[in-house]
T-cell receptor
Framework: SAVISQKPSRDICQRGTSLTIQCQVD?????MFWYRQQPGQSLTLIAT?????????ESGFVIDKFPISRPNLTFSTLTVSNMSPEDSSIYLC??????????FGPGTRLLVL | TQLLEQSPQFLSIQEGENLTVYCNSS?????LQWYRQEPGEGPVLLVT?????EVKKLKRLTFQFGDARKDSSLHITAAQPGDTGLYLC?????????????FGKGTLLTVNP
C-alpha cells in the first residue's frame, strides 16, 4: 500500500490569494494525480502530475490557474491561484501504486472567502 | 464525456436492513471500482470488478459488474452503523499515460443504530 500525506489539511483564504498544497508519498510512484471534490459533485480529475515534464490537464482546468510541480517520484504540489469562492473545495492527491491500486490522500479542505 | 450515475444519492436506514446502490453508465469501462469515503478522509478502495458478469463478495458486501461492463451494483446485507459513509463508484479507462478514473457523485449512506 501507499501512505499519502497532504499539507495543509485545511485552510481559509481570502479571494485573490494563492495556496500551495503539498503531497508526499511514502514510496516511489509513477502516476500521481490531483482531484477536486466539491459538495454534491463527483471527484473530478484536475491533472496528472508527471515527473520531469509538464502536468497533463483535464478539460476545464488550465496550468495558469492550477500550476503543478513534480520534482521527484514521491512528492508533488498543486497551487490554486488567484482564488475565488468557487474554488472552495476538497483537493485530493492520489497515486497509482503496486498492483494498479489507486490510493488517496486525506485531502485539503479549502474555504475561500 | 463518460458519466457515471449513482443512485440513490442519499440513503438512511436502520441497523440490520439490506440495501443496494447502483452505478450506471452509457460507456464501457475496462474495470469498475468501488470506494468508501469517511468524513475527513480520502476514498479507500473496496473492490475492483473487471469481467462482465463478475460478482465479488467482501464480508457483507456483494459487488456485481454488469454483463456489458457499463453498470455495477453494491449490495450490503444486514447493514451496521460502521457501514456509514460515502460510497463512490469509479470507471477505469485508457492505459499507460492515458489512464483515467471517472467517478460518480456518490451515495451517502447513514446506518442508524
Amino acid at each position: 500500500s501507499a501512505v499519502i500525506s497532504q499539507k495543509p489539511s485545511r485552510d481559509i483564504c481570502q479571494r485573490g490569494t494563492s495556496l500551495t498544497i503539498q503531497c508526499q508519498v511514502d514510496s516511489q510512484v509513477t502516476m500521481m494525480f490531483w482531484y477536486r471534490q466539491q459538495p454534491g459533485q463527483s471527484l473530478t480529475l484536475i491533472a496528472t502530475a508527471n515527473q520531469g515534464s509538464e502536468a497533463t490537464y483535464e478539460s476545464g482546468f488550465v496550468i495558469d490557474k492550477f500550476p503543478i510541480s513534480r520534482p521527484n517520484l514521491t512528492f508533488s504540489t498543486l497551487t490554486v491561484s488567484n482564488m475565488s469562492p468557487e474554488d472552495s473545495s476538497i483537493y485530493l492527491c492520489s497515486v497509482r501504486g503496486a498492483q494498479e491500486t489507486q490510493y488517496f490522500g486525506p485531502g485539503t479542505r479549502l474555504l475561500v472567502l | 464525456t463518460q458519466l457515471l450515475e449513482q443512485s440513490p444519492q442519499f440513503l438512511s436506514i436502520q441497523e440490520g436492513e439490506n440495501l443496494t446502490v447502483y452505478c450506471n453508465s452509457s460507456s464501457v469501462f475496462s474495470s469498475l471500482q468501488w470506494y468508501r469515503q469517511e468524513p475527513g478522509e480520502g476514498p479507500v478502495l473496496l473492490v475492483t470488478v473487471v469481467t462482465g458478469g463478475e460478482v465479488k463478495k467482501l464480508k457483507r458486501l456483494t459487488f456485481q459488474f454488469g454483463d456489458a461492463r457499463k453498470d455495477s451494483s453494491l449490495h450490503i446485507t444486514a447493514a451496521q452503523p460502521g457501514d456509514t459513509g460515502l460510497y463512490l463508484c469509479a470507471g477505469e479507462s485508457g492505459g499507460g499515460s492515458n489512464y483515467k478514473l471517472t467517478f460518480g457523485k456518490g451515495t451517502l449512506l447513514t446506518v442508524n443504530p
